[in-house]
């Protein structure tokens, strides 16, 4: 879903803001939102979200505001009921963690990098 500014905010080159949606959730337990930036804003004016993608988890009940930056050369305005980004809602597993000193094999092994060979 698209995420709409609810305030006016001028992100000059090179600066990062907060700006607010005015939306606030309540995810049940097992479910995340990711906060994305949006293609065209990235394209033609080279707005950006520095933490992309951004996670809201099933206990957060604050307002949802985007980090939001100018990596363009120019100032960018940003109008009430702007889309600043998107919000995806994505299952989760909560995993128990354990510790052990040997970890199975595998074709890939340690590499790294580039080295599936693709």
């Known amino acids: 879903m698209d995420l709409h500014a609810v305030e006016s ?4 080159p090179g600066e990062t803001k907060l700006v607010s949606t005015g939306l606030a959730i309540e ?13 065209g804003l990235a394209l033609k004016h080279s707005i950006t979200l520095p933490n992309s993608p951004a996670t ?8 949802i505001r985007v980090i939001l930056q100018n990596l363009g050369r120019e100032a960018f ?39 599936s060979g693709r």
């Open 77 to 115: 305005e940003i109008h009430p009921g702007d889309r600043i980004a998107q919000m995806v809602i994505a299952r989760y597993e909560a995993v128990e963690w354990m510790e052990g000193d040997d970890l199975s094999e595998s074709v890939r092994g340690e590499g790294g990098f580039g080295s």
């Open 9 to 12: 905010v001028t992100l000059a």
């Open 56 to 63: 809201i988890d099933p206990g957060y009940r604050g307002e």
């Open 27 to 39: 995810l049940l337990p097992g479910f995340e939102a990711q906060i994305r930036p949006r293609s």
